[in-house]
């Protein structure tokens, strides 16, 4: 189990792993881009902005953009939303001088590049770079209230995922190993577009059939995707897939899936992300999961209808009808 680990990012998710890790008595340091921000969680003993209500731990250490965080740890968490995994990677670049691995819980495909965020850090860093990914139903909010959760930790190295499994696992929080990074990432960045349009289902009062159809198909699409990008068929029935794809869609603190109500609502996109405290992965990710499923040759159709009312200004009711009108075919 590591003892000594750094966070990178102090968002939701960033925040309730350093519960986590400090409650289990490891040595945490919580890294955030914006130093007043920080220092205000400081100064409160809690993440106001991002987590609010909970109390953080005595025991946890903050460093308000000093980029020395990297040092003297054995574990570093990156927490940081996708389209910044570069920035933040390139800056902190310099001050990492061990061969430290590093956990990604970013979810999302970066846009232009259409990398996934592991990918990401190993170009900034090299290809030697020591990647995994903790990935699942993780609902920071539940999370910090210590009720049961489940999550998986891919790696292609088995050693370094066994090891990262016991010092996140809790009494609450079980974790799995896996060796499908790909699958993982991909799933975890497919399930918020996914959620946007479930969203957008609520938002239209669609119904529980028409969700139970959304998350079938959509399920099938991010399948179809990922076995074309080299990963595992199974990955995505798994905590990653089906798993986080569930509670995305239907949990009411689901950022993505209020989003997409929002848009269903009359929201512009640019009103629902002004109407959004932290970053809303799907709707980037949108735009680079489409040029992905092109690039690929791969029919995802709902995540083209949900790209197309978010960035070509169709409605809501083209976009259903549309979907609802395509050739029938066999399942």
């Given at each position: 189990m590591y003892k000594r680990i750094s966070i990178i990012g102090d968002g939701a998710m960033g925040t309730?792993?350093?519960?986590?890790?400090?409650e289990k008595g490891?040595?945490?340091?919580?890294?955030?881009?914006?130093?007043?921000?920080?220092?205000?969680?400081?100064?409160?003993?809690?993440?106001?902005?991002?987590?609010?209500?909970?109390?953080?731990?005595?025991?946890?250490?903050?460093?308000?953009?000093?980029?020395?965080?990297?040092?003297?740890?054995?574990?570093?968490?990156?927490?940081?939303?996708?389209?910044?995994?570069?920035?933040?990677?390139?800056?902190?670049?310099?001050?990492?001088?061990?061969?430290?691995?590093i956990v990604s819980v970013s979810k999302g495909i970066e846009n232009k590049?259409?990398?996934?965020?592991?990918?990401?850090?190993?170009?900034?860093?090299?290809e030697s770079a020591r990647c995994a990914v903790l990935s699942g139903p993780t609902i920071a909010d539940e999370l910090a209230r210590k009720l049961p959760a489940t999550a998986c930790i891919a790696c292609n190295d088995p050693g370094l995922a066994e090891r990262m499994q016991y010092t996140f696992t809790t009494r609450w929080f079980r974790v799995y190993t896996n060796s499908d990074v790909v699958g993982v990432e991909l799933a975890s960045a497919c399930k918020n577009v996914i959620a946007l349009a479930a969203g957008a289902i609520d938002g239209i009062h669609?119904?529980?059939?028409?969700?139970?159809?959304?998350?079938?198909?959509?399920?099938?699409?991010?399948?179809?995707?990922g076995v074309a990008c080299g990963a595992k068929a199974e990955t995505f029935a798994g905590l990653a897939g089906l798993g986080d794809l569930v509670t995305t869609c239907i949990s009411p603190m689901g950022r993505n899936r209020a989003f997409g109500e929002r848009i269903a609502q009359g929201l512009s996109t640019e009103q629902a992300r002004r109407a959004t405290v932290s970053v809303v992965e799907g709707v980037a990710t949108?735009?680079?999961?489409?040029?992905?499923a092109r690039r690929k040759g791969i029919e995802m159709p709902i995540a083209e209808a949900v790209h197309e009312v978010l960035f070509k200004h169709k409605t809501m009711e083209e976009a259903v009808h549309d979907l609802m009108g395509r050739d029938l075919k066999s399942e």
């Open positions: 309730v792993l350093a519960m986590l890790l400090c490891i040595h945490t340091r919580l890294w955030g881009y914006d130093p007043a921000q920080l220092a205000q969680t400081k100064q409160a003993s809690e993440n106001v902005k991002f987590l609010p209500g909970y109390p953080l731990p005595e025991t946890l250490l903050y460093e308000p953009a000093d980029d020395r965080i990297m040092e003297k740890v054995d574990l570093i968490v990156s927490a940081v939303p996708c389209q910044f995994v570069r920035s933040v990677w390139q800056r902190l670049k310099p001050h990492l001088t061990q061969d430290i691995p590049t259409l990398l996934r965020p592991t990918e990401i850090i190993a170009g900034v860093l090299g669609a119904g529980d059939n028409a969700k139970a159809a959304l998350l079938c198909r959509g399920l099938a699409e991010m399948t179809r995707l949108c735009d680079s999961l489409v040029a992905l």
